[in-house]
């Protein structure tokens, strides 16, 4: 049986630099990666645009998503044999919720060890 492939989700608030670690990690390692704020249904996109915060059930269908990409993901690398930092999968996914957390954690056994990195920082240090 293959091993699980790694997946670290880099989680925080907006703005808290989580697709800039993402490129430097990606650039570094050679991993792979997917910007979750990519995967965000229009209706959501449109939401956020007017101002409009999100509710649990706008997240629901848009965390799935992102967890069925990394794990097709991580079947793809199993598939083509990648090792090594070329097997890492990098997310990037606000993910501030423990059911969020606990749903995008919830992949078929043997498919992915997902691993959540908590992007924290003042306002202060955000900001900048």
Known sequence: MPAEVPVYVLMGTCGCGKTTYAEA???????HSIEGDRLHPTANVDKMSAGIPLTDDDRWGWLSDIRHTYVQ?????VAQGLSGT??????????????????????????????????????ELIDT
């Not at 993901?73 to 690398?77: D, E, L």
């Open 25 to 31: 990690l990606v650039k570094e390692f050679g991993c």
């Open 73 to 77: 993901k991580a079947s793809q690398i």
């Open 86 to 123: 070329s097997g890492l999968i990098i997310v990037t996914c606000s993910a501030l919720r423990l059911v969020y957390r606990d749903l995008l954690r919830d992949v078929p056994k043997g498919s992915c060890r997902v691993v959540f990195v908590y992007l924290k920082g003042s306002y």
